[in-house]
């Protein structure tokens, strides 16, 4: 079975548990803007699986924790992904200020890809796209810092 957000929330003083599933969108690798983290964030974006080719993405999914709003972005036939990590843009306004950056491979052209995506606009798609000269691999992990 495929990954889901969901959430357990634990009182401390009386130890209760509350559990639920957040979104309907099955999808894995969810990432944040970091500077929050380890505290109260509002956004989270996750890898959108195939509903039918395991471990494999195809677009990906923000998820609103404060109102249970989700948009995604699919990346279009035989086109596939991984994991989906956020970059805030340079001073930044907001928690989701910023870009999704994922690199997804076309297997009909044979052709990689680092998609850049306005995470204020997800729907719209990538505002940049880098041809990458050489195959990136499923599974690439990456991280943003500020240089």
């Not at 969901?6 to 944040?32: A, K, M, N, P």
Request: proline share 4%; charged share 20%.
């Amino acid at each position: 079975t495929q990954g889901q957000l969901y959430q357990w929330r634990i009182d401390l003083d009386s130890g209760e548990v509350e559990e639920g599933l957040l979104c309907d969108v099955h999808c894995d690798f969810t990432r944040i803007n970091e500077k929050y983290s380890c505290r109260k964030n509002r956004y989270v974006y996750g890898a959108i699986f195939h509903p039918t080719r395991p471990l494999t993405f195809i677009g990906v999914v923000k998820y609103d924790n404060d109102t249970g709003a989700k948009v995604t972005y699919e990346y279009g036939a035989n086109r596939f992904g991984g994991e989906a990590v956020f970059a805030p843009r340079v001073n930044s306004q907001s928690e989701d200020d910023g870009y999704i950056i994922a690199f997804i491979h076309d297997e009909t052209a044979d052709q990689s890809e680092c998609l850049i995506i306005d995470a204020l606009d997800l729907a719209a798609g990538p505002v940049a796209t880098l041809m990458i000269p050489h195959r990136v691999p499923y599974g690439f992990h990456a991280g943003w810092v500020a240089a």
